[in-house]
């Protein structure tokens, strides 16, 4: 008791409040599947060491199981708040209520959860999925004047990035009878898959003269599916137009090159906003909006030259 009452006297004397950073936050990451997943998990390293906070890191490889465990082990610890970037929205309420009955506050980022009872985290901070399908849907339907044969490749299934780029998207072209997604699967955010993926499909549309797009969930299949469409004798970006998601340095490239004609942004920085709201919480603030949006712009030959200036990438 004496040793803490000393502990407490020199903190106030130093000047060390009580919700100062000296936390350990867990957080529960998707993998590193994209070079945009890369960022996000660099963004929260960075943020965390920049303000003193102890972050334990965990990569599931893209498997929920992974990422519960790991939620477990975080509530075990006994740290001071969760980030969980969830790879599929469902099966999450057991694992969250865990999280409650610890009274460990508990931040969702990116993708979301499939919940019934929403006060089981503080807040979701993420973008709109359903905008980004729309933005890259308004893109093509107005550059092809609503005559167009699609090839997508999907992210991962469950995910509700990839559920809600394929609803903003298809109700997009839906306003316009001669487009049309000809060939959809999954190539799970993957540059490998993707150019896997869409190998196959443009074998299986006799090498992909009747193809007009190819609308990649994210920049790294999309950067796959260059590939393959080099492979199969046909120019990316010119024969088959490629829009995307993400806004990557590399997918940026990709446009200035001409390979890919549109990407979407959505923003990897995410650290700083999520331990804010730790910060507040812990600050004594018990309310948060459901969900923080973040936006993001649309990329083209008009302005991705100009980005990759801004963001310093030669
Ligand atoms: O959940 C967001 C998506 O996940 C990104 O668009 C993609 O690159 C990542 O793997």
Redesign the pocket.
């Known amino acids: 008791m004496k040793d803490l009452f000393k502990t407490l006297t020199l903190a106030a004397a130093i000047g060390i409040s009580a919700t100062a950073n000296a936390i350990t936050v867990g957080f529960a990451q998707v993998g590193s599947?994209?070079g945009?997943?890369t960022s996000f998990s660099e963004s929260v390293k960075a943020e965390a060491e920049k303000r003193g906070i102890t972050l334990k890191f965990s990569d599931a490889q893209q498997k929920q199981e992974n990422q519960i465990k790991a939620v477990r082990s975080f509530i075990a610890q006994r740290v001071d708040a969760i980030l969980i970037a969830p790879v599929v929205e469902t099966g999450w309420q057991p694992v969250l209520m865990e999280a409650k009955r610890a009274r460990i506050p508990v931040v969702i980022l990116?993708?979301n959860v499939s919940v019934t009872d929403h006060s089981l985290y503080l807040t979701r901070i993420a973008p709109d999925f359903e905008v980004e399908g729309q933005r890259a849907a308004s893109w093509l339907t107005e550059k092809t004047q609503g005559k167009c044969n699609i090839l997508e490749l999907q992210?991962t299934v469950g995910?509700s990035?990839a559920l809600g780029r394929m609803k903003g998207f298809n109700e997009t072209i839906a306003k316009f009878p001669e487009t049309k997604i000809v060939r959809s699967q999954t190539a799970e955010?993957t540059r490998a898959k993707g150019k896997e993926v869409l190998e196959t499909m443009l074998k299986a549309e006799g090498g992909g003269k009747n193809i007009c797009a190819i609308w990649a969930h994210?920049?790294?299949m999309a950067l796959g599916a260059i590939q393959a469409i080099k492979e199969a004798g046909l120019k990316p970006g010119k024969d088959i137009l490629i829009v995307s998601?993400?806004a990557v340095d590399d997918a940026l490239k990709a446009i200035v090159a001409g390979e890919i004609n549109v990407s979407v942004e959505?923003s990897p920085h995410l650290g700083g906003p999520a331990f804010d709201v730790i910060n507040e919480y812990r600050g004594g603030k018990k309310e948060f909006d459901k969900w923080i949006r973040m936006g993001g712009a649309v990329y083209t030959a008009d302005n991705a030259a100009a980005e990759l200036t801004k963001r310093g990438v030669k």
């Open positions: 599947e994209s945009w997943r990116d993708r992210g995910s990035a955010f994210n920049d790294e998601v993400d959505l």
